[in-house]
């Protein structure tokens, strides 16, 4: 790939990113405080105390539906500070890798396994830029508010809580949730982009048939950038979504392990035997530890819990974020 198609890759990416993170991050900051460990006790149920209604674990007092719902652009900073590097390394090393498989391996190797080893390599290497910034968003997006914190970044509130939340070391938790991100995202990918891929094709070369008949064989020239958008688009929500369904279950683990580097590690023998008479072991925990406990606590349903809004989400999120790419990397070869 050369310089200026690497750079306009870069920069695709890095609008699409920008784009899709300021109009979805509230449906995911809902998913992950339905996913969390204390979403029955601060978000559902209700618990009367003197005529009011108390949110356990909150700085202040508010109904449980209401709480759901604020804040939900918290810990936006670090997300748009790290996915724009993030969106772009996922696709320069995407097109890359693309481009280089289809070359070396042989003919026979269907495209599909091609597009899936692309994506593959190109998740490991975005979710290395990204998984810090996933940690500090998820525990921004629980921190509750008081009136004394208004003003404040919840990025940096958040980052604090990881600081001073046990003593593995800073960097390491921020990097606690690495393999359980790459978990859930590289089958995601590997799902996702060779159905988009595919189900795109299918609908382009449908259309192109239809415009060469009605054209006598013409082709009637290239395609119109909103044309772009809209086949790509729906190709990536149609992809997105089935793939999100799939992979909700990593979704939650992942959601689960970067919400514990948040929190605060039991240090005296009574709170490490508090702690794991709640379930709620010291150290790190592998994802499947992690999600033994999820199936002991809520069973299978505990591990597709927020499934549907997920699925929704990646639907919206998919085809405007590979819908804008799409358009942003057209649109600069125009240029």
């Known amino acids: 790939m050369g310089d200026s198609a690497a750079h306009q890759v870069l920069i695709a990416g890095s609008i699409a990113a920008f784009t899709v993170d300021l109009l979805v991050y509230p449906l995911d900051t809902i998913k992950t405080r339905i996913q969390s460990r204390d979403y029955?006790?601060?978000?559902?149920?209700?618990?009367?105390?003197?005529?009011?209604?108390?949110?356990?674990?909150?700085?202040?007092?508010?109904?449980?539906?209401?709480a759901l719902f604020k804040g939900l652009y918290q810990g936006i900073g670090s997300v748009i500070f790290a996915?724009?590097?993030?969106?772009?390394?996922?696709f320069y090393t995407y097109e890359s890798s693309k481009s280089l498989l289809s070359s070396t391996l042989p003919s026979s190797i269907p495209i599909a396994i091609t597009h899936?080893?692309?994506?593959?390599?190109?998740?490991?290497?975005s979710c290395?830029?990204?998984?810090?910034?996933?940690?500090?968003?998820?525990?921004?997006?629980?921190?509750?508010?008081?009136?004394?914190?208004?003003?404040?970044?919840?990025?940096?509130?958040?980052?604090?809580?990881?600081?001073?939340?046990?003593?593995?070391?800073?960097?390491?938790?921020?990097?606690?949730g690495y393999t359980a991100l790459a978990a859930r995202n590289l089958p995601?990918?590997?799902?996702?982009?060779?159905?988009?891929e595919g189900v795109r094709k299918m609908i382009w070369e449908g259309r192109d048939r239809k415009r060469q008949k009605a054209r006598g064989g013409n082709d009637g020239g290239r395609r119109s950038l909103v044309e772009t958008?809209?086949?790509?688009?729906?190709?990536?929500?149609?992809?997105?979504?089935?793939?999100?369904?799939v992979t909700t279950p990593t979704d939650v683990v992942k959601t689960r392990m970067m919400l514990a580097a948040g929190e605060k590690q039991p240090e005296s023998a009574v709170e490490k035997d508090i702690a794991?008479?709640?379930?709620?072991?010291?150290?790190?925990?592998?994802?499947?530890?992690?999600?033994?406990?999820i199936f002991r606590e809520r069973g299978i349903r505990g591990l597709f819990r927020g499934g549907a809004?997920?699925?929704t989400w990646a639907a919206f999120g998919s085809g405007l974020y590979l819908g804008s790419y799409e358009v942003a990397k057209v649109w600069l070869k125009q240029e």
């Open 188 to 196: 995601f990918t590997a799902l996702q982009f060779p159905l988009f």
């Open 229 to 245: 958008g809209v086949v790509t688009g729906l190709s990536a929500a149609v992809s997105g979504s089935l793939a999100a369904f």
């Open 128 to 176: 290395l830029v990204l998984t810090p910034a996933e940690v500090i968003k998820q525990n921004a997006q629980m921190l509750r508010q008081s009136s004394s914190s208004h003003g404040k970044s919840t990025s940096l509130e958040a980052l604090n809580m990881v600081r001073h939340g046990g003593s593995e070391g800073v960097a390491r938790r921020l990097f606690s």
């Open 116 to 125: 899936s080893l692309a994506s593959a390599g190109a998740e490991l290497a």
């Open 40 to 66: 029955q006790d601060v978000y559902a149920s209700k618990t009367q105390k003197s005529g009011s209604t108390i949110i356990k674990g909150t700085l202040g007092v508010q109904p449980p539906k209401r």
């Open 309 to 311: 809004l997920r699925t």
């Open 83 to 90: 996915t724009l590097p993030a969106a772009g390394v996922f």
């Open 276 to 293: 794991k008479g709640r379930g709620q072991q010291s150290g790190s925990r592998s994802g499947f530890e992690v999600a033994k406990e």
